[in-house]
């Protein structure tokens, strides 16, 4: 049974960043096979970018919601 949740919009429990990187990488040699053609730290720094470019992406998307109400 579920007795509470936790939600951490400002990175107060857990530092984001870090989660992000620590995800990136175990991801990279799990799949280190399949992505053996890339560089890790490309593949790091694409990852990151994306991620990146999809939060702004979704704040601008939320400001313009925002506004039109």
Do not use: C, P
């Not at 096979?33 to 890790?40: A, V």
């Amino acid at each position: 049974m579920i007795k509470a949740v936790l939600f951490d919009l400002d990175g107060t429990l857990l530092d984001r960043e870090v989660s992000l990187q620590q995800f990136i990488n175990s991801q990279y040699d799990r799949f280190a096979l399949q992505l053996s053609h890339i560089d890790k730290i490309d593949y790091i720094t694409r990852f990151v970018q994306k991620v990146y470019l999809l939060v702004i992406i979704q704040k601008l998307i939320f400001w313009e919601q925002k506004e039109q109400v």
